[in-house]
């Protein structure tokens, strides 16, 4: 998985709580994103970030946030969960010049 | 704006058989196409990729894909199927002049590959 890290792998939480997903990367690519999987959908973008504090929303933004202090790290930031939010959350990596990314191994988020 | 279609939810073959997943995109510009597969609890594993020059595309594991510019497709083939291909697959955009490298999946087509 390209030196990517996901904590925590697995998550129950109650509705109106704020939950942080924390994605770790080795690899020192420039590129990371914030995706969720759902049936039916596919993986949609959540956020993006092209560079330390360089941040930009993805297709399904709404309720999330990102932070991106270090460029080995990339937080991703529920602030009320709902119901909605349960699902599995993907992290991914890219070089800058590259193509393909490279994905971690999830979150499985329930929100009850 | 850029997108993915995946026409099939399913495909079931017998293993040996040959095995086809379709994927057809939609870019304003030039089109750089991934194959990705995902393995259940897994993250997904690039296959292979479209950035330009030959049409037909080798990547991982035997699979090969197609790039046809006149029917904006990028089908993914397998000549002879394994039990171990079953998968969820998942085919991806993005349109060249983008800078930020964003891509857009589709919805996946599970695979089976029955014994």
């Known amino acids: 998985d390209a030196g990517i890290t996901q904590s925590p792998r697995h998550k129950v939480t109650e509705t109106g709580t704020p939950v942080t997903l924390r994605c770790h990367q080795t690899?020192?690519?420039?590129?990371m994103y914030w995706y969720r999987q759902d049936p039916g959908h596919g993986l949609r973008l959540i956020h993006y970030?092209?560079?330390?504090?360089?941040?930009d929303k993805g297709e399904v933004s709404d309720g999330y946030s990102v932070s991106r202090s270090k460029t080995e790290d990339f937080l991703l930031t529920l602030e009320s969960a709902t119901s909605s939010q349960t699902s599995v959350y993907f992290c991914?990596?890219?070089?800058?010049?590259?193509?393909?990314?490279?994905f971690g191994p999830g979150t499985r988020l329930t929100v009850l | 704006a850029q997108s993915v279609a995946q026409p099939e939810d399913q495909v079931n073959v017998a293993e040996g058989n040959p095995l086809t997943v379709k994927c057809t995109y939609s870019?304003?510009?030039?089109?750089?196409l991934f194959w990705y597969v995902q393995y259940p609890n897994r993250g997904l594993q690039f296959l292979l990729k479209?950035?330009?020059?030959?049409?037909l595309v080798k990547g991982s594991y035997g699979f090969e894909a197609e790039f046809n510019k006149s029917q904006t497709s990028f089908h993914l083939k397998k000549p002879s199927a394994l039990v171990s291909d079953s998968a969820l697959y998942f085919c991806?955009?993005?349109?060249?002049?983008?800078?930020?490298?964003?891509?857009?999946f589709g919805a996946g087509t599970t695979v089976t590959v029955r014994a």
């Open positions: 991806a955009v993005r349109d060249a002049r983008q800078g930020d490298y964003k891509l857009s």
């Open positions: 970030s092209y560079g330390v504090k360089d941040t």
């Open positions: 870019v304003s510009g030039n089109p750089y």
């Open positions: 690899e020192n690519h420039r590129y």
């Open positions: 991914a990596t890219g070089l800058a010049g590259g193509n393909e990314q490279f």
């Open positions: 479209y950035i330009t020059g030959d049409n």
